[in-house]
């Protein structure tokens, strides 16, 4: 049967100006019961957007022939719809890819990869899995934390972080999590407990990203090395392509960087680091499930539940994709369901409640 959402077929808008790239690309999302049709550049796209009215646009970058990052603005502006973007490893494909997340794009993923007898399997199914979440996903969120500093005074890269500290938030996202997490911990304090994050984002997106988030927040925001101390008011993000986990170090702990097969489809998985976080963190810990599509981390929020720590869940309403979270709620997995914008506060509060206890 075809795919479908709300009753209707998948039409996919594939924009991509390399005649080879492009014709691939359709030829595997018509082979999935995706519908697809193509442009080479964004006069042509914006005449297939009124025409054919997509659900999805697929969207090649860098490319030459047009710029992309406008074209995903100028969309956006006029009549919005889902972008899931194909971008470069590395070089200017991570940053025009970060960029077009900026202007409202839902996901970004690597260019598939090519043997001689065509595109590789497991290199399209990310692609795939995008598409279909992004044609579910709900637009009209608030602009993007990231691109409001980014037209305004930068943050002094003032040194922030440091001691230990006596919380481990663990935070887990996908789909529409990169706008999510700006929100999340722009919105938390300088002394605020340590964070440990998975978000999905291919390998060497994550450098780029924990940078543009480190100029937005209060807290400092690293990618994650083998062997980083969790302090108080800092955010680790767990590297593309590696998983996270926490282990105990004195009254502590500290983050190891791993190789290891996909859990729950992904590398780097919310699940790994959530059963770790359960397992060296127990009641000491907060775990926060975001916007995003699938159900990795659900079973390991669980974990953390289980062992004392309270669990939260992004509502459906302020998600751009109700995936992870509903199928976290589901389970048994969660303690309060919040909007984005109430999950902060509520993890500050708590936080300051339990350190006021333990200090009586």
């Known amino acids: 049967m075809m795919a479908r959402v709300e009753d209707r077929v998948v039409h996919v808008l594939v924009v991509c100006d390399a005649p080879v790239l492009r014709n691939q690309l359709r030829s595997m999302l018509e082979t999935r019961e995706l519908i697809a049709v193509t442009a080479v550049d964004s006069r042509m796209a914006g005449r297939q957007i009124e025409i054919s009215r ?6 090649d970058l860098p490319t030459s022939r047009m710029d992309g990052v406008s074209f995903v603005r100028r969309t956006m502006a006029r009549r919005p719809i889902p972008f899931v973007v194909c971008a470069d490893v590395g070089g200017s494909g991570t940053h025009v890819g970060l960029r077009a997340l900026d202007e409202g794009a839902l996901e970004v993923v690597t260019k598939p990869r090519f043997s001689p007898s065509g ?3 497991d290199s399209i199914v990310p692609m795939v899995d995008a598409i279909r979440a992004a044609a579910e996903a709900t637009l009209g ?3 993007s934390a990231v691109r409001k500093t980014r037209t305004g005074r930068r943050r ?3 040194s922030r972080g440091g001691g230990e500290s006596s919380r481990l938030i663990a935070v887990g996202a996908s789909m529409g999590g990169p706008e999510a997490l700006a929100t999340l911990l722009g919105a938390l304090p300088e002394d605020a407990p340590g964070v440990v994050v998975v978000q999905h984002l291919p390998e060497a997106f994550t450098a780029v990203f924990a940078r543009r988030l480190h100029s937005v927040c209060r807290i400092a925001v690293r990618e ?3 062997g980083a101390r969790v302090e108080r008011g800092q955010a680790l993000i767990a590297p593309g392509n590696h998983h996270l986990v926490a282990r105990p170090d004195g009254t502590g702990w500290r983050v190891r960087v791993v190789d290891g097969p996909p859990i729950s489809r992904h590398r780097p998985s919310i699940d790994v680091l959530f059963r770790s976080v359960a397992a060296a963190a127990g009641r000491r810990a907060i775990g926060v499930i975001l916007t995003g599509m699938g159900r990795d981390g659900a079973d390991g929020l669980r974990a953390m539940k289980g062992q004392g720590a309270w669990t939260i869940a992004q509502d459906g309403a302020s998600s751009v994709v109700f995936g992870m979270s509903r199928e976290a709620i589901a389970i048994g997995a969660v303690d309060d369901v919040l909007p984005l914008s109430e999950i902060a506060p509520a993890i500050v509060e708590r936080a300051r409640v339990e ?6």
């Open 224 to 226: 994650a090395v083998d």
């Open 141 to 143: 969120h608030p602009a």
């Open 355 to 360: 350190n006021a206890a333990e200090g009586a």
């Open 156 to 158: 002094e890269d003032l």
């Open 54 to 59: 997509p659900d999805v646009v697929l969207l």
């Open 119 to 121: 595109l590789i399997e």
